[in-house]
């Protein structure tokens, strides 16, 4: 009998139209490079005492189920627009082919779900977990390698089939970026030195627990939303140490960019940097890391604007 073994995985997601419904019809199969998403139940110890003739202990129960996990995604050019999708909400879509331009916002009052299918051929078994959304975001920037991007998820079910839910899947070209195509700039100018970056983005989701039969949360909440991240440098000038000194913000943004038609660029509207030493470790460069936090701008209305350029009309993402 054949054991499963990832490569011949398979993640399929599509949106539901009512929460905690897997929808119908042929689902989109995702690119991806490693998913922990599904269902646990942890018994618990019932310390219950004269149930039997000496000190061993009455049988254990099963608590409540709790759907999350973590999937962690090529930063591509059409595909990241679904999981962005589930992250901030339907985006705003203007431009004309080639050059669409898909603009995600944070701050959204409320959020989409989608089913997600992680699916093991080789078994066969097929995981359906449904009620499914995106808390969080984390993306790193570096010098050279693939560029990768990894989602926190929470879901209401999970239901688990020998058989595929998801139709005859769809799937888009897959066009992936790379971290030598980065970019970050500050206030409108490229900022130079950069040796690394991150950024950490959370929707505060809250799984809102209830008395129901089948064990299941009623639901996951949004809550405050938050960024935060850390940019290291080169010591080169002083602008972000007298950003950091004077507690005043600035506008960063974090690019990939293939050409003028195809790009991802998350802007942060309003940053501000926590002070940071510049400790001298040795011979080598002098390299500060400052930590940052964005907030609201009344400017732009919101925290984080993503903007997706690519050749897909604004349906891919309604």
Not at 55 to 62: G, H
Not at 182 to 193: C, D, F, K, Y
Not at 194 to 215: C, F, K, L, P, Q
Not at 274 to 288: D, R
Request: proline share 6%.
């Amino acid at each position: 009998m054949p054991r499963a073994i990832g490569a011949n995985c398979r993640l399929l997601t599509l949106p539901e139209t009512t929460y905690g419904t897997a929808p119908t019809g042929n689902w989109r199969r995702m690119p991806f490079l490693s998913c922990d998403l599904g269902a646990e139940q942890p018994l618990l110890d019932a310390d219950v005492i004269g149930v039997g003739s000496n000190r061993d202990p009455a049988a254990p129960f099963l608590d409540t189920v709790t759907v999350q996990g973590q999937v962690v995604v090529p930063v591509d050019l059409v595909n990241i627009g679904h999981w962005l999708r589930l992250l901030l909400g339907a985006p705003t879509t203007t431009g004309t082919n080639p050059n669409f331009i898909h603009t995600f916002g944070s701050g959204a009052a409320a959020l989409p779900s989608n089913s997600v299918e992680i699916g093991y051929p080789d078994v066969p078994s097929f995981d359906v977990c449904t009620g499914v959304r995106a808390d969080t975001l984390e993306i790193d920037f570096s010098p050279s390698g693939p560029a990768t991007a990894t989602f926190g998820l929470m879901g209401q079910g999970s239901l688990r089939g020998g058989s595929s839910s998801g139709g005859t899947p769809t799937s888009a070209a897959y066009t992936a970026f790379n971290k030598a195509q980065g970019s970050i700039t500050r206030a409108g100018s490229a900022l130079a030195q950069v040796t690394g970056a991150r950024m950490t983005y959370s929707n505060g989701m809250e799984m809102v627990r209830t008395i129901r039969a089948d064990r299941r949360i009623e639901g996951v909440d949004p809550g405050v939303a938050r960024c935060t991240g850390q940019v290291t440098v080169r010591f080169e000038n002083t602008t972000l140490l007298a950003q950091a000194q004077n507690g005043t913000a600035a506008e960063f943004a974090f690019a990939y960019t293939i050409d003028a038609n195809r790009s991802l660029t998350v802007a942060l509207h309003e940053v501000y940097l926590a002070l940071a030493k510049t400790p001298i470790e040795g011979p080598a460069g002098v390299e500060a890391s400052f930590d940052f936090r964005a907030a609201f701008n009344a400017t732009a209305t919101r925290m984080m604007t993503v903007a997706l350029r690519n050749q897909q009309a604004g349906t891919e993402y309604a």
